[in-house]
């Protein structure tokens, strides 16, 4: 089909449509599902906030924040950002909310589109979405325990099958200072082949160099000292104790020594779920712990945990094992004479106020070209009403797939589609 029109989405935001929002409509409704079976309550932020709050948060130094936010100025000259990513939003929004005045944990969940300006390719675009979560109040590794648990949950219900997880812990500020030394040390007799950015992250956040996209860097940062060695006691005792939870839910995972994670947030456990298939792009969802920063937005001090799905990659996944069924509606009523025009009309209301899909067809066209038009919008069944059916009180009834068909009453049409329903 050529694409037509004047106007084109810009580039890396795409249009979603049936039948493929079939899809995405069950995975939304799985996961609401399953976080709320765990307590998390949903909260709706917006999706754009004051720029600091995202440099604040993800890091100055991150790809995010150095090459991704879309970032503007309002009419009156303050920066403003679309949100490229959902935990900073939240933290702000259960600060500003006093929510941590209530009991804790306080758990929640939200959905919605992120932007990053990155280099769009499968799996990567500009305008994404994510379903994610965060669990404020607990610092026990049962919470994060409890998270991971969830994700693993949602993850199998939608349909997606061996899971693991990959999973690290990058310490707390205590175990990083020791760390960065060592980080420095390493990377000292190469700076001169690191690219611009990582030079400069070199001496003001050496660990970003780890998540560089950089294909030079990545090399060299092979046989970099990881954060594992470094962990203080409470940070491996948190650790372990997760691990040896996620044992007892039978959680598979690996851990990953030189995993780091794109945001600086993180303190603690971090994880992702990883598809292979998906070639680069490969994170389905990732979280992790971030214990400071409600503290340093200036709320209380809260340890925090959460994760984000992506969805396109999860429904990238699904469309491979799934086939996207066309739907249709429930019935077209097909018209035959004013009165029948007119009755079609009346039942179609009434039956669409029971929940049904009902299309209705004009009585100035032929039956024939009616019970085509039916068959073109993929409905399941036709109902027939002309004058001799109104007269009688009874209908016919055709079902599209096979072609059988009958007759029933016509006030037994919701209760017939009811039991019929596929
Ligand atoms: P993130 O790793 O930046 O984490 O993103 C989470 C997921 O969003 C990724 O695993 C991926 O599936 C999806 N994603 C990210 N960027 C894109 C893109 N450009 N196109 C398509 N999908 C993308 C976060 O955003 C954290 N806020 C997660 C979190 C919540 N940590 C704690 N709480």
């Given at each position: 089909?050529?694409?037509?029109?004047?106007?084109?989405?810009?580039?890396?935001?795409?249009?979603?449509?049936?039948?493929?929002?079939?899809?995405?409509?069950?995975?939304?409704?799985?996961?609401?599902?399953?976080?709320?079976?765990?307590?998390?309550?949903?909260?709706?932020?917006?999706?754009?906030?004051?720029?600091?709050?995202?440099?604040?948060?993800?890091?100055?130094?991150?790809?995010?924040?150095?090459?991704?936010?879309?970032?503007?100025?309002?009419?009156?000259?303050?920066s403003m950002t679309l949100r490229p990513e959902g935990t900073a939003s939240v933290v702000r929004c259960y600060i500003q909310n006093n929510l941590s005045n209530l009991p804790s944990p306080q758990k929640f969940y939200y959905s919605g589109p992120m932007f990053r300006y990155e280099r769009p390719q499968a799996g990567r675009l500009r305008q994404f979405y994510q379903i994610g979560v965060e669990a404020f109040g607990s610092a026990e590794p049962e919470m994060d325990a409890e998270v991971i648990s969830m994700l693993r949950h949602t993850l199998t219900k939608i349909g997606?099958?061996?899971?693991?997880?990959?999973?690290?812990?990058?310490?707390?500020?205590?175990?990083?200072?020791?760390?960065?030394?060592?980080?420095?040390?390493?990377?000292?007799?190469?700076?001169?082949?690191?690219?611009?950015?990582?030079?400069?992250?070199?001496?003001?956040?050496?660990?970003?160099?780890?998540?560089?996209?950089?294909?030079?860097?990545?090399?060299?940062?092979?046989?970099?000292?990881?954060?594992?060695?470094?962990?203080?006691?409470?940070?491996?005792?948190?650790?372990?104790?997760?691990?040896?939870?996620?044992?007892?839910?039978?959680?598979?995972?690996?851990?990953?020594?030189?995993?780091?994670?794109?945001?600086d947030y993180y303190t603690g456990t971090i994880f992702e779920v990883t598809d292979q298939s998906l070639g680069a792009q490969n994170a389905v969802a990732a979280g992790g712990r971030y214990d400071r920063l409600v503290r340093e937005f200036g709320g209380p001090e809260t340890p925090a945990v959460g994760f984000a799905i992506g969805m396109e990659r999860i429904i990238e996944l699904l469309k491979r094992s799934r086939a996207t069924a066309v739907r249709g509606p429930d019935v077209f009523i097909a018209a035959v004479g004013d009165a029948g025009q007119r009755e079609s009309f009346l039942m179609a209301d009434s039956l669409r106020a029971s929940g049904f899909w009902i299309e209705t067809g004009h009585a100035g066209n032929s039956l024939k070209s009616q019970m085509r038009?039916?068959?073109?919008?993929?409905?399941?069944?036709?109902?027939?009403?002309?004058?001799?059916?109104?007269?009688?009180?009874?209908?016919?009834?055709?079902?599209?797939?096979?072609?059988?068909n009958g007759t029933i009453s016509m006030n037994e049409a919701a209760d017939f589609l009811l039991k019929n329903r596929s």
């Open positions: 089909m050529s694409s037509g029109g004047r106007y084109k989405s810009l580039k890396g935001m795409q249009d979603i449509l049936p039948p493929e929002i079939y899809l995405w409509q069950s995975v939304e409704r799985t996961a609401r599902e399953v976080f709320t079976s765990f307590g998390f309550q949903e909260v709706r932020v917006p999706v754009a906030e004051s720029t600091e709050l995202f440099i604040r948060s993800i890091g100055e130094n991150t790809d995010i924040v150095e090459k991704e936010m879309y970032t503007f100025n309002d009419k009156a000259g303050r997606l099958d061996d899971i693991v997880f990959q999973i690290n812990s990058i310490g707390c500020e205590e175990c990083r200072t020791g760390y960065r030394k060592s980080l420095v040390e390493y990377f000292s007799g190469t700076l001169d082949n690191l690219c611009d950015d990582c030079r400069r992250r070199y001496s003001v956040n050496p660990l970003r160099i780890l998540d560089c996209k950089v294909s030079r860097c990545a090399e060299l940062r092979t046989g970099a000292p990881v954060i594992t060695g470094h962990l203080c006691t409470s940070c491996r005792t948190h650790f372990d104790k997760l691990l040896s939870l996620l044992d007892l839910l039978h959680v598979a995972y690996q851990i990953k020594p030189d995993m780091v994670r794109g945001l038009k039916a068959d073109r919008l993929s409905s399941a069944y036709v109902f027939v009403l002309g004058d001799e059916e109104i007269h009688a009180g009874r209908m016919t009834w055709k079902r599209l797939s096979d072609a059988a």
